[in-house]
């Protein structure tokens, strides 16, 4: 039996609910899913906040909470390069063959298209209320996140001290 994989490409800063139905929404097409964890080598940015490590291990505990079978997952950090034509190829370097690529994002379908892959373009899972961007903000405020987020990660960022980090990230000298 031929395995099929696919990949979903995301920041995750931070991996929220949409991101966890996502998840569950192509695991229920595919055998396994390749999570690639984009703008690996940034961190400590508010755009950026958490390490590629950092990452991992939040994806990690939200998804065993939720009971997804992490044997089904590989979570694999991957560095940017500045080079849309080549990005493809570059991600095909560091992750397992795969046969599918799960996205919204036109640039992200255009890319992988123009290589040969087929898109599984998932429903947007209130992408309108789970947005990193207004997560981030709302720790940097004060603001209750962590309805927004799997309660494991939640947690996780808890303990990195995440949201002090990005109110520390918010001070003038």
């Known amino acids: ?14 991996f929220h609910k949409g991101h966890l139905q996502l998840v569950k929404w192509t695991l229920e097409r595919v055998n396994e899913a390749i999570i690639v964890i984009g703008s690996a080598q940034e961190s400590h ?25 992490l044997k089904r997952i590989y979570l694999i950090p991957v560095p940017d390069i500045l080079m849309n ?25 255009i890319l ?16 309108e209320k789970y947005v990193a961007t207004n997560i981030r903000l709302m720790m940097i405020k004060g603001e209750e996140w962590k ?16 949201p002090h980090r990005l109110k520390k990230l918010m001070e003038r000298d």
Request: proline residues 10%; glycine residues 6%; contains cysteine.
């Open 45 to 69: 940015t508010l755009q950026n906040p958490m390490t590629a490590g950092e990452r991992i291990l939040a994806i990690r505990k939200g998804l065993e909470c939720e009971g997804v079978d």
């Open 147 to 162: 309805n927004y987020i799997p309660r494991c990660t939640a947690e996780v960022i808890e303990e990195l001290k995440i």
């Open 85 to 109: 034509s080549a990005w493809v190829a570059h991600v095909k370097t560091y992750v397992p063959p795969f046969q599918y690529v799960v996205s919204r994002n036109p640039l992200v379908k």
């Open 112 to 127: 992988f298209e123009e290589a040969g892959y087929s898109i599984l373009e998932p429903p947007p899972f209130d992408r």
């Open 1 to 14: 039996m031929k395995v099929l994989r696919a990949v979903i490409p995301g920041r995750f800063q931070p």
